[in-house]
T-cell receptor, first 113, second 112 residues
């Protein structure tokens, strides 16, 4: 099906482990974004990408790594998970950053023990 | 720093009435503002975008206003229905890189 998908939907891991969250979109959108959503906070931008091989930091990038070798994929890696990274992670895409709507995936709920 | 405030308390509205949600911002003059709807366990879904030179935008039962002097946007749902119950998020463009900054959202509950 067309759209934006995330995997896994739920993940439990332990402190110090590496975790990769996957994001895939079928619209060939140029821009892709990773957000985290925590209770009482708005969505906070972790990283974004304007095109394949172009990525940039957002508001809260520390502890995260991204790559974008193909337009349709934008994985997010937690290099050494910490409890403070327990959150819901959303991937989004848009044709033109900000000037158009952002389309969100269903989210990944990550629990770091 | 830029800040967006939405009412953190849930808004309870009787079915059929108009629901009005508020989004206030400080320290910035955004070119446009967006409203999204988020249901539990799901990602946000885009509803409306309004630009700084537009005072009002409508889509079916939805209406958004944008007052750049007051630094405020109002989001209205007329003839509200229980299915309108959700959390509504506002977002402003942050800078020339078109990053969005988001409010924490207001939970709307429409009672039958």
């Amino acid at each position: 099906d067309a759209g934006i998908t995330q995997s896994p939907r739920y993940k439990i891991t332990e402190t110090g482990r590496q975790v990769t969250l996957m994001c895939h979109q079928t619209w060939s959108h140029s821009y892709m974004f990773w957000y985290r959503q925590d209770l009482g906070h708005g969505l906070r931008l972790i990283y974004y990408s304007a095109a394949a091989d172009i990525t940039d930091k957002g508001e809260v990038p520390d502890g995260y790594v991204v790559s974008r070798s193909k337009t349709e994929n934008f994985p997010l890696t937690l290099e050494s998970a910490t409890r403070s990274q327990t959150s819901v992670y959303f991937c989004a895409s848009s044709g033109v950053a900000g000037a158009e709507t952002q389309y969100f995936g269903p989210g990944t709920r990550l629990l770091v023990l | 720093s830029q800040k967006i405030e939405q009412n953190s308390e849930a808004l309870n509205i009787q079915e059929g009435k108009t629901a009005t949600l508020t989004c206030n911002y400080t320290n910035y003059s955004p070119a446009y503002l967006q409203w999204y709807r988020q249901d539990p366990g799901r990602g946000p879904v885009f509803l409306l975008l309004i630009r700084e030179n537009e005072k009002e935008k409508r889509k079916e039962r939805l209406k958004v206003t944008f007052d750049t002097t007051l630094k405020q946007s109002l989001f209205h749902i007329t003839a509200s229905q229980p299915a309108d119950s959700a959390t509504y998020l506002c977002a402003l463009v942050r800078d020339s890189n078109y990053q969005l900054i988001w409010g924490a959202g207001t939970k709307l509950i429409i009672k039958p």
